[in-house]
């Protein structure tokens, strides 16, 4: 017979099984049906003769790619986290983060690497790129298809900084809500980027906030991943 600490903890357990369980379903059924609408535009726009008729063609294509979005995303936070720890380039991983991001995207981020030597992070590099990611996309759909966003990374021997920096600024409700799941201003998000980003980074011992939202100066959130004194680099720069 369970102990009341052991169904306390499978009760807690239920919900996320459920969540899981769902989003697996949904995103069973809906590829399906996105798979068909895809097959079934792309008929009908060798049929189209004019301009304005493939714009719409077009319209229905970016419609499906933004469900898929939304169903990658559900999935990416019902999942449970699996830590695989292990060394790797930071540059390499960055050029891997910007390979992850549209062509026209990846064209308006401008790196600031403020590093000294060859540095080695040591993280789970696939669910780190993807935190990185979420903040990325997150930053980039605020400013507009003709605005850039700013990735910032310093080191030090214990961690290594990254900040996203995006020019606007937020209302002090919004601001104060922007890691709470499903809260969003966009009508075509889910409000879980930020949340994911938080759940992956905390589960690395590490942090992500908030840390500048000024109208003169932009928006910057920042993520702090902590790192092992062994980590291989010459040096490093001041975190403040």
Known sequence: ???PTERSASAQETPDALLANLVQVLAHRLRGLITSIEG????LADTLVTPEQRELALR???STASIERILSELQWYSRPLQLMPGRRPLRVLLQELLVMLEEGEA???ALDLQLSGRLQVRADAMLLRQALFMLLKNAL????PAGTVQLR???ASRAIRFEVWNEGWMPPEVAEQIFVPFFTTK???LGIGLPIARRIVEAHGGTVYLAVNDPDHGICVALILPQPEDTTHNGGDSLV
């Open 107 to 109: 064209a308006r981020v």
């Open 60 to 62: 229905v294509f970016e």
């Open 141 to 144: 759909e605020a400013t507009g």
């Open 40 to 43: 079934f535009t792309d008929l």
């Open 1 to 3: 017979m369970a102990s």
């Open 187 to 189: 009508a075509q998000n």
């Open 153 to 155: 990374v310093l080191s």
